[in-house]
């Protein structure tokens, strides 16, 4: 199975901060990677997949980028909204599988 | 849209079972696949399986919950099913169902979630 490897597990920033999420597949998944955003007692919600595209709706100020085992989520300029907890999840092969997440909080 | 449906509480040794009713798309569908993932603090997001159809359907299942699980489909009521045996404490969570989006490649839909406690 490959291994998702999120950094750092918990952040917190200030309003308009720019804030670096990372990501490390422990083998090459190419750009096979997504990115969801989950609010407490929601369901997770993409953001980002195939490392770099933005789904449609998500604000501008997310982005991604990587390839090969290591990947990143930006987001440029952090909103109050932007409070939640992000996963990266490969889907280079089965089984899929998440990263252990990163909580974004407000300083 | 996908709807969630199932008992919360499970008694340890018997089955769990979640059902997923599907609107707006055909649960045969050649554009999407359903998967089930739950979330659990101990175990964080789990991918438990997939089905999907392609002519005929097919399942995938994690191996790790392989010799417990089911899954099936009811395309009268165009909706999938997990089956869980055999539970334990350990399966306690928050169970997803998901639309695949097979095209874009990424889960572009989630049920509301089901909490399941595993406990007698």
């Known amino acids: 199975d490959i291994q998702m490897t999120q950094s750092p597990s918990s952040l917190s920033a200030s309003i308009g901060d720019r804030v670096t999420i990372t990501c490390q597949a422990s083998?090459?998944?190419?750009?096979?990677l997504n990115w969801y955003q989950q609010k407490p007692g929601k369901a997770p919600e993409l953001l980002i997949f195939?490392?770099?595209k933005l789904e449609t709706g998500v604000p501008s100020r997310f982005s991604g980028s990587g390839s090969g085992t290591d990947f990143t989520l930006t987001i440029r300029g952090l909103q109050p909204d932007d409070v939640a907890t992000y996963y990266c999840q490969h889907y280079d092969n089965l089984p899929l599988t998440f990263g252990g997440g990163t909580n974004v909080e407000i300083k | 849209q996908l709807q969630q449906s199932g008992p919360g509480l499970v008694k340890p040794s018997q089955t769990l079972s979640l059902t997923c009713a599907i609107s707006?798309?055909?649960?045969?569908?050649?554009?999407?696949?359903w998967h089930w993932i739950r979330q659990s603090p101990s175990r964080g997001l789990e991918w438990l399986g997939r089905t999907y159809y392609r002519s005929q359907w097919f399942n995938d299942y994690a191996v790790s919950v392989r010799s417990r699980i089911i899954f099936n489909t009811d395309t009268s009521k165009n909706q999938v099913s997990l089956q869980l045996k055999s539970v334990t404490p350990e399966d306690t969570a928050v169970y997803y169902c998901?639309?695949?989006?097979?095209?874009?490649?990424?889960?572009?839909?989630w049920g509301q979630g089901t909490r399941v406690i595993v406990s007698s």
């Open positions: 083998q090459d998944i190419a750009d096979f």
């Open positions: 707006g798309e055909s649960v045969s569908s050649d554009s999407a696949a």
């Open positions: 195939a490392a770099s």
């Open positions: 998901a639309r695949w989006e097979s095209y874009g490649e990424y889960f572009e839909q």
